[in-house]
């Protein structure tokens, strides 16, 4: 009797080190801790012309804080326009009904996720609202082709005043981990490129 | 006689056929003979003490040197770019996606898997498989289905003891030795393992490594020539089977689930 | 043959069996029938499937042609239910005796008893210590398998066969390597287990003394065929030269000493003329 309480005992215990491990390894090392809060809050919709590569679970963010995340993609056949739902989280009831969205990219190559531009509005979004204001994701070639032509039109014009560009640099939501690296003479694409490759290489 | 290659090919493939053949009933028969265990939990919990418990050490140490190394040689790529910060990341996505199933499953067939073929092999060799059909007991419910379920359910949980454990080497040189940032170490971590797709998809790779370790472990025993070399051939059979089936099913597992971002 | 036998008084009936190992035939149409509380020895030479029969009686083997009956129930027409219950009125001593390493001498005699039994352990207790005691190794209870004698662990191994109390017990080779004492052990085990508990027993043995000294009736088995049958008296004082040499042990006679070869002297100058055999 002695012999198999100390067994089963040992085995509890290796039960309990590998349900330990993996509880670790969800709430430590992952992010589930941010997933298990999307089953509460309310969801608003926007439509993309563009979504690029944006996914289900994407990041929401609103001056670089999560507040929410992608819940859904959809495709409207009607207006050949993508449909995509954010789930907000319930305490960040206080957007205004004028918000813009739009689609930017952590780094160069990083992932897509959601930005929220604050509006002047009274009114907030609630459950079932729509965002009208929106911004398409950035297409890589078309702002590289869109920058050579530019340059090649306007020589001595600064390529870094198109619009585009402006979205190539946002405030990246999480803390960047690499200190700003100060590249001189260039603009703003060297420098996002070294921002993003190690971002990049681990997906 | 000479055979031609293609004959012996083709006996090749015919009796490849037919062991898989048998080796599915072989599992029907103990996934069938698996509902006594509900009555009789003791005969699994003394499995996966000679299973699980048996193989935490190895793990665990093969897991922290495994978590080490990843901190060493992330450091010295990633430095190089500037981006010693994202350090955690390398090594939580390497462990929880492939190393810590890969490995842990390689292990666990060294470990467990092999000295379940050979338990087995002598079991049938001494005629005690025998004697437990002609006492009316089933070999494949008393005997293979306990040490089955025991092997499924013990591979998930050493795997992510693997990666824990290993998370923690490379934590301890990453940040205790190479001198990475403790917050970005792990909530650049955090911020990119996804609970979803990373947690999730590598505990479910364990358990398929599982699932396939402890089946080829339990049927090589099953199946072996009672004698002393053929038991000695089982078990190397088991080992080395198990590793070509964990690393051929993780190239599918991985096509499957990370294959489409 | 020389006696007929009722049904009733027949507890195994085996009729016209054919067995194939592989390619080799091991039973050529055999008919054998073993009596209801009589210990039938089977006997032939190494390799003539003595112990294939057991397991051909156990159900553990499927015969190519032919019936195998115990007490009524046709073995390969049941199904694995009934075949199972079937068996827990069957024992069976394998010659290495196949107690579970993992288990004490006290834990294999229970065993039976606690996979087909709901007993409380005080019964338990009790049932096996008295097949224990029947056997003469009560004291042994807490030894393991590896720490008994070979003798010790055929002995245990029968304390296990008698567990659910049977109506038959299959003796596969028990007398095989062991000294005369347990020998003379196992031997008064079988006769006296034989008597008092109204068992029906099948040895296979090739140890010609100890056999005819408890039989009741012997089968002589040999390239496939029964090629003798009888009382141990007729067995022992046949005229056929085939058996004579088997009883006594003759080295040569109808099975000739030498494994068919080519002719001696010719083999032996091919290889002085340094030919390759």
């Not at chain 2, 650049?188 to 396939?212: E, H, L, P, R």
């Not at chain 3, 008893?113 to 008295?130: G, Q």
């Amino acid at each position: 009797m002695q012999h198999s309480k100390l067994l089963e005992t040992s085995v509890g215990l290796f039960v309990a080190l590998g349900l330990v491990s993996l509880f670790f390894l969800a709430m430590q090392v992952s992010n589930l801790a941010d997933v298990t809060g999307d089953a509460r809050g309310y969801r608003v919709t926007a439509r993309f012309q563009n979504v690029g590569s944006l996914k289900v679970r994407a990041t929401v963010s609103m001056a670089g804080v999560r507040v929410g995340r992608v819940s859904a993609i959809r495709f409207d056949k009607e207006s050949y326009e993508a449909v995509v739902d954010l789930t907000i989280d319930p305490q960040f009831d206080t957007i205004p009904s004028d918000t813009t969205a739009s689609i930017l990219t952590q780094g160069l190559l990083g992932e897509q996720y959601v930005g929220l531009s604050p509006g002047a509005e009274s009114e907030y979004l609630k459950e079932g609202d729509k965002i009208d204001l929106t911004q398409s994701a950035m297409v890589l070639e078309q702002v590289i082709s869109r920058f050579l032509f530019d340059k090649a039109e306007n020589g001595d014009k600064r390529a870094s005043e198109t619009p585009e560009q402006t979205q190539v640099t946002p405030a990246a939501p999480v803390a960047s981990p690499i200190p700003e690296a100060v590249v001189p003479g260039e603009g703003a694409i060297p420098d996002v490129q070294q921002e993003s490759a190690p971002a990049g290489a681990i997906q | 006689m000479m055979e031609n290659p293609f004959q012996r090919l083709g006996r090749f493939t015919l009796e490849a056929m037919q062991k898989l053949g048998r080796a599915n009933f072989f599992m029907a028969h103990v996934l069938l003979g698996s509902v006594d265990l509900l009555l009789r939990p003791r005969l699994l919990i003394s499995q996966m003490f000679f299973v699980g418990v048996m193989s935490v050490l190895i793990v665990a140490v093969s897991g922290l040197f495994v978590g080490m190394v990843l901190g060493l040689q992330g450091y010295n790529v990633l430095s190089d770019f500037g981006a010693e910060q994202t350090l955690g990341v390398m090594v939580a996505a390497s462990l929880v996606r492939e190393l810590g199933p890969v490995v842990t499953a390689l292990l666990f067939s060294g470990r467990a898997g092999s000295a379940l073929t050979a338990e087995i092999g002598l079991m049938k060799t001494t005629e005690q498989l025998a004697g437990m059909e002609m006492m009316a007991v089933d070999p494949l419910r008393r005997v293979v289905a306990p040490r089955f379920f025991a092997g499924v359910a013990s591979m998930p949980l050493l795997a992510a003891l693997f990666s824990m454990v290993g998370v923690m080497g490379g934590y301890f040189v990453g940040v205790g030795l190479l001198g990475v940032d403790d917050g970005a170490f792990w909530s650049q971590m955090v911020a990119k393992i996804d609970f979803y797709d990373d947690i999730v998809n590598g505990v479910i790779k364990s358990a398929v490594f599982g699932v396939v370790v402890t089946w080829i472990a339990v049927y090589e025993g099953y199946d072996a020539v009672p004698t002393a070399e053929g038991v000695s051939r089982a078990t190397t059979r088991s080992v080395v089977y198990s590793a070509f089936a964990v690393l051929g099913w993780d190239f599918v597992l991985t096509a499957m689930m990370f294959g489409d971002h | 043959m020389t006696v007929s036998l009722s049904d009733d008084q027949v507890l195994v009936a085996i009729r016209d069996l054919v067995f194939f190992h592989g390619e080799r035939k091991i039973f050529d149409g055999v008919d054998l029938r073993f009596q209801k509380g009589k210990v039938t020895a089977i006997m032939g030479p190494s390799g003539t499937g003595k112990t294939t029969l057991l397991k051909l009686i156990g159900g553990q083997l499927r015969p190519h042609r032919g019936r195998i009956l115990v007490d009524g129930c046709d073995v390969h027409r049941l199904r694995a239910t009934e075949l199972y219950e079937l068996r827990k009125r069957m024992g069976m001593l394998f010659q290495s005796g196949a107690l579970l390493t993992d288990l004490s001498v006290f834990e294999n005699v229970a065993f039976p008893l606690r996979e087909h039994t709901r007993l409380p352990e005080p019964v338990i207790r009790k049932l096996v210590l008295m097949k224990l005691h029947a056997v003469g190794l009560r004291g042994a209870r807490d030894l393991m398998p590896s720490q008994l004698s070979g003798g010790m662990a055929r002995r245990v191994a029968l304390a296990r066969a008698i567990a659910l109390d049977p109506m038959m017990i299959l003796y596969d080779e028990p007398f095989t390597g062991q000294d005369p004492i347990s020998m003379g052990v196992l031997v008064k085990l079988i006769r006296d287990l034989n008597r008092e508990l109204g068992l029906t027993s099948i040895v296979v043995s090739h140890d010609v003394k100890e056999t005819l000294t408890i039989a009741d009736y012997v089968y002589l088995i040999s390239g496939g065929k029964v090629v003798g049958e009888g009382t141990p008296e007729t067995i022992a004082h046949s005229d056929s030269p085939w058996i004579r040499q088997f009883v006594h042990g003759d080295a040569d006679g109808p099975v000739p000493f030498h494994y068919p070869a080519p002719d001696y002297r010719a083999d032996l100058m091919a290889a002085g003329l340094g030919g390759s055999r």
